[in-house]
């Protein structure tokens, strides 16, 4: 079965502090694997998209890395802020259909506390 | 930002009442998506559509019906609404199958 796990479930962190999402998962076959920020009510937001070559790809604050043989990605935020408290979706795309399924996590809910 | 918009953007109605949410997007995308998302939980999707007059229901099931009359605009239909209806629920659209996805702001609804 296709699925998507993250971890942690929840994170709470204090400003300007790093920290580290994980996401591991079992879909077969990969397309690419997608990292989303999703703010309380509102739709999710693209930060990175990566696929089987790319190994980390950044933007801005945000480093995404993926290891395409042990099947798993990680979301590091760096310097964190008050506006980074935001839920954080792992989706992985597979090339079983010609829809390109897209496979959800449950995500990582951050908070940045001041 | 992306351009995908949709209404209302709360909603509450009592059971049996029929309501259609809104959503439209002006970056010409061919394929559009309706998703459904409890909190807490991941998103599942309900309807997708590759283009005009093309429509598929998705991964979950639901009583919910579509329409692609046009490419910018795919609206969601609940012909007699129920509480087990109450959710959040999230249009997106995208170039191709495999590309980013760009997503509304959402319609949370709540079924009395």
């Known amino acids: 079965k296709n699925q998507v796990e993250q971890s942690p479930q929840s994170l709470i962190i204090l400003e300007g502090k790093n920290c580290t999402l994980q996401?591991?998962?079992?879909?077969?076959?990969?397309?690419?694997l997608r990292w989303y920020k999703q703010d309380t009510g509102r739709g999710p937001v693209s930060l990175t998209i990566?696929?089987?070559?790319?190994n980390t790809k950044s933007n801005g604050r945000y480093t995404a890395t993926l290891d395409a043989d042990t099947k798993q990605s990680s979301l590091h935020i760096t310097a964190s802020q008050l506006s980074d408290s935001a839920s954080y979706i792992c989706v992985v795309s597979d090339r079983g259909s010609t829809l390109g399924r897209l496979y959800f996590g449950r995500g990582t809910q951050l908070t940045v506390w001041p | 930002e992306a351009d995908i918009y949709q209404t209302p953007r709360y909603l509450v109605i009592g059971t049996g009442k029929k309501i259609t949410l809104e959503c439209s997007q002006t970056?010409?995308?061919?394929?559009m998506y309706w998703y459904q998302q409890d909190p807490g939980m991941e998103l599942h999707l309900i309807h997708y559509s590759y283009g005009v007059n093309s429509t598929e229901k998705g991964d979950l099931s639901s009583e919910s019906t579509v329409s692609r009359i046009r490419t910018e605009h795919f609206p969601l239909t609940l012909e007699s609404a129920r509480p087990s209806h109450t959710s959040q629920y999230l249009c997106a659209s995208s170039e191709s199958g495999d590309d980013i996805q760009y997503f509304g702001a959402g319609t949370r609804l709540s079924v009395l």
């Open positions: 990566m696929t089987f070559s790319e």
């Open positions: 970056m010409g995308h061919d394929k």
């Open positions: 996401c591991n998962y079992t879909v077969s076959p990969f397309s690419n």
